[in-house]
């Protein structure tokens, strides 16, 4: 690297002052042989709390360790060369806070460069290189082991992948290019479309292995050693064997492989996204191109697939939800009490036995590990209740996602009454029965009549007031509303409503149990269907209304494909249930009127039983059943799809606006946190506010953007 190009890099530096640096600590270690390798070991100087990451300084530092081994390798006075990580990471990847400050296509184009310079090091070093994966080995993180001339890992290595298309990028430092060679061209698309669409999925060191990604595997506890002896057996000739790997190259039987598992991932992308993000499809062209061409010549692309990716909204709306939202605000849920203000658990009461009880229980004996009782109005109900707890427990077992022991000790926490007496010495009553006033009252009453003073009580309703349920009881100040969403384990969203008399002990008891759940929590004000069903039924009612209004349900159905939603909106009515969602605009409708506009024909639905719009047609597609259709009724004003999207967008902004003014979250920040955790609303779209900014909603509707930035 000429003198000029590390200036270049520098100022690169620069421009990341705060960056955590990972440093290249180097030993030389004595092998058995007589063969010495250099053994640099990556480390922030933290404990397992901060992850290592790799920003511009991290980069620069090991380019000038790597080339200082470079001219020892060439001297004779080094066999090898290992790279390893502090314990539980190798790397965790590029470091996005450093990144998402490189504004402009220059900086962008060097650090894509720059970590090339490092790599090329590590594949062309003039002596075997090795990775050592200990542990996490993330995009960045994996593409210095792929770099490297062999690779063993650890049966304790978690979070092993290439998540770039996730994040808005691509594999940009040899990742796309050398992977598939490794593993075969359909593990890699697995590893760099299927996993990151996935819900940001990653693979472990036994995975990793089987798939051809490294080439031995070791237990943790001696992992370091028992993978300098594997180094020093490759040094004296020891063969390695590498059943997956191929090369495309001249070989017209792999190049079909590889244009068909490209051409499947293209599908699945579609599918996933209806190709709204620029990611995926560049991560997949890049592949696919490849297949014919050297590392150098796809090195150019990458780079300039990266430059031009780190310019997009849609990586900067990535880093907004997955930084500044997963990892910080979630963190720091605004508006919490002190933590020091809650109160010990050690005994849960739910109420009710039916399916949403239940997965709740499940939950708190799980995570918790303290008692918890249920209870229902007759003896079989609570019997049907607990033995679908066992149910679900066993079926952990069978997968061996818990052992026999805790799958016994979770069984014997759950137990069942008839009685709300079962409540005496519970410290945390939920209830969660029929979605009705007058019953979840009748039921706040009764377990008030029974619990300790201190007891906090709380509700898992998804649309009723809890100010109204707590309005007659002796002590409404330990009411709090506790909305979990459905499936209750995979959900992380927790939307914790605080009323006019909740109190700080009963609120940061909520927050501490969140936490304890695994949850991300946020605070709401006890407005109706709080945040995310009030936002998702204000974009469901916008296309129930066309579709009612004689807008072609394929049309209706399809018109915000744009936003690429992980399902259409006839999609997500058919799962939350048309009497659900009913139920919940029934209650909107009560609180704010026309803008959530009850619809007749989901009404009829409901009355014939006819649980989704659509039917599958024998042939593969969908369509609406004539017997459907000839029982609703329809007006004369339809919409196109383009009309369609953009009053969805303005209906959207207009919703959220007043969710501001009314102070239902402390700023747009939660409204993304609860769209991404309880909705799933694409990360690409860094929740929703910024993607309402960036098509003109916010300004067309409410006069300014919700991000002033």
Request: charge should be negative; glycine fraction near 10%.
């Amino acid at each position: 690297m000429s003198q000029s190009t590390i200036e270049h890099f520098a100022s690169l530096a620069a421009l990341v002052p705060d960056e955590l640096t990972t440093h290249a600590l180097l030993q030389d270690v004595a092998l058995p042989g007589g063969k010495k390798l250099a053994l640099l070991t990556l480390d922030n100087g933290y404990d397992h709390t901060k992850p290592t990451t790799l920003g511009p300084n991290s980069m620069i530092e090991l380019h000038g360790v790597l080339t200082e081994q470079r001219a020892r390798a060439a001297a004779g006075e080094i066999d090898a060369l290992g790279v390893t990580g502090k314990p539980y990471f190798l790397v965790a990847g590029a470091d996005l806070n450093g990144v998402k400050n490189l504004a402009s296509l220059e900086h962008g184009a060097a650090m894509a460069t720059l970590g090339h310079a490092c790599y090329d090091l590590l594949a062309d070093l003039g002596v075997p290189t090795f990775a050592f994966i200990n542990g996490v080995a993330l995009g960045g993180g994996l593409e210095i082991a792929l770099a490297c001339s062999y690779r063993t890992v650890s049966t304790g290595a978690n979070g092993i992948g290439l998540p770039e298309a996730f994040i808005g990028l691509i594999p940009g430092w040899g990742g796309v290019y050398r992977l598939p060679r490794l593993t075969g061209p359909e593990a890699a698309m697995t590893v760099m479309i299927e996993n990151p669409l996935n819900n940001n999925r990653s693979i472990n060191g036994i995975t990793a292995h089987k798939m051809g990604i490294a080439d031995a595997i070791f237990e943790p506890a001696d992992f370091l050693e028992q993978s300098l002896l594997w180094a020093a057996r490759v040094l004296g000739g020891a063969e390695v064997p590498r059943p997956n790997a191929v090369e495309p190259n001249g070989n017209d039987e792999v190049t079909k492989r590889w244009m068909a598992a490209a051409a499947k991932a293209r599908a699945f992308v579609e599918a996933k996204t209806s190709n709204a993000t620029p990611a995926p499809a560049k991560t997949i062209e890049v592949f696919e191109a490849g297949a014919s061409i050297t590392q150098k010549e796809s090195a150019a692309l990458e780079i300039a697939a990266l430059t031009g990716l780190m310019q997009t909204d849609a990586f900067h709306n990535t880093v907004y939800a997955f930084l500044d939202l997963a990892q910080k605000r979630a963190k720091r849920p605004a508006g919490a009490p002190d933590r020091k203000l809650a109160l010990p658990v050690t005994k849960v009461g739910v109420v009710g036995a039916g399916l949403m009880a239940g997965q709740l229980a499940l939950l708190f004996a799980r995570n918790l590990k303290v008692p918890v009782v249920i209870t229902d109005i007759d003896a079989a109900r609570v019997e049907k209740g607990l033995a679908y707890i066992h149910s679900e427990v066993d079926k952990q077992l069978a997968k061996g996602r818990i052992s026999p022991d805790a799958a016994n000790r979770t069984k014997a926490l759950v137990t069942g009454s008839v009685s709300k007496q079962a409540f005496a010495d519970a410290d945390f009553v939920i209830e969660a029965v029929f979605e009705e006033l007058a019953v979840k009252k009748q039921v706040f009453a009764e377990v008030e009549a029974v619990v300790s003073p201190e007891c906090i009580l709380a509700t898992n309703t998804s649309s009723l007031s809890v100010t109204e349920m707590g309005r007659d009881l002796l002590h409404p100040e330990r009411l709090v509303g506790f909305h979990f969403f459905n499936p209750v384990a995979q959900m992380p969203l927790l939307e914790i409503a605080r009323t006019e008399w909740t109190n700080d002990t009963a609120l940061a008891t909520a927050f501490a149990l969140g936490k304890a759940l695994r949850k991300t929590s946020v605070l709401v004000a006890d407005e109706a269907a709080f945040v995310v069903n009030r936002i998702l039924l204000r974009l469901m009612g916008e296309i129930a209304n066309a579709f009612d209004d004689g807008t072609e349900a394929s049309v209706a159905d399809g018109a915000l494909r744009p936003m690429g939603l992980p399902m259409s909106p006839f999609t997500l009515l058919a799962m939350v249930g048309i009497p659900v969602a009913h139920h919940v605009s029934e209650s909107l409708h009560a609180a704010f009127g026309e803008r959530f506009r009850v619809s007749g024909n989901q009404q009829v639905l409901i009355s014939n039983g006819i649980k989704s719009l659509w039917a599958p047609t024998g042939d593969g597609g969908m369509e609406i059943p004539a017997s459907t259709l000839g029982l609703l009724e329809f007006g004369n004003t339809p919409s196109t799809s383009g009309e369609l999207l953009v009053r969805t967008q303005d209906a959207l902004a207009q919703e959220i606006g007043l969710m501001l003014a009314q102070g239902v979250v402390a700023g747009p920040e939660d409204i993304d946190l609860c769209m991404v955790m309880g909705a799933g609303w694409p990360m690409h779209l860094g929740g929703i506010t910024p993607y309402l900014d960036q098509v003109g909603a916010s300004e067309r509707v409410n006069g300014k953007k919700f991000h002033q930035h």
